[in-house]
Antibody, heavy 111, light 107 residues
């Protein structure tokens, strides 16, 4: 069974940093491209970032470019999102996935 | 960036109804379109990819069609578990944009 478990969310002040993790199991993680998608409270889905299966190709939404960094460790079956210079508008539930998606981790940016 | 629009933004329907949701891309995306279902507090669930290919395990009452800029998601006979919000997403180019969603609720 495919499982994706996000962690690392929490409350952070504006300008602060967080690192999200996504632990994958039940499939050959190293063969799959992965994404982060987020959803602000009461809002729709917003694609955030993509990384290819090898990690060699990466894309970001304009709203996070230069502040967020996606990475992966195929040996650990894990995906990461380093988030710096956080803003109030980054407050959202962050989901990792490709075909299946995890249950998400909530990031709240507030003073 | 490619802009995705959906109509209607919400609809009320009864169990057994046929429901159609439309998604339009601001430029041609061939068939690089996916449909997701999301229930409150839950992760999105992939229903359809490549505009019309049903994801494994998804009931056959769901179907998708279209190519280029205009796409539809049809639920042939609405069931109670289908009340949810539906999103289209293009994966023709980056950023992979989503539509704003269509909320299907009980009439």
């Amino acid at each position: 069974e495919v499982q994706l478990v996000e962690s690392g969310g929490g409350l952070v002040q504006p300008g602060g940093s967080l690192r999200l993790s996504c632990a994958a199991s039940g499939f050959t993680f190293s063969s799959y491209e992965m994404n982060w998608v987020r959803q602000a409270p009461g809002k729709g889905l917003e694609w955030v970032s993509y990384i290819s299966s090898s990690g060699s190709t990466i894309y970001y939404a304009d709203s996070v470019k230069g502040r967020f960094t996606i990475s992966r460790d195929n040996a650990k079956n894990s995906l990461y999102l380093q988030m710096n210079s956080l803003r109030a508008e980054d407050t959202a539930v962050y989901y990792c996935g490709s075909v299946d998606w995890g249950q998400g981790t909530l990031v709240t940016v507030s003073s | 960036a490619i802009r995705m629009t959906q109509s209607p933004s919400s609809l009320s329907a009864s169990t057994g109804d046929r429901v159609t949701i439309t998604c339009r891309a601001s430029q041609g995306i061939s068939s690089y379109l996916a449909w997701y279902q999301q229930k409150p507090g839950k992760a999105p669930k992939l229903l359809i990819y490549a505009a019309s290919t049903l994801q494994s395990g998804v009931p056959s009452r769901f179907s998708g069609s279209g190519s280029g800029t205009d796409f539809t998601l049809t639920i042939s006979c609405l069931q109670s578990e289908d009340f949810a919000t539906y999103y289209c997403q293009q994966y023709y180019s980056y950023p992979r944009t989503f539509g704003p969603g269509t909320k299907v609720d009980i009439k």
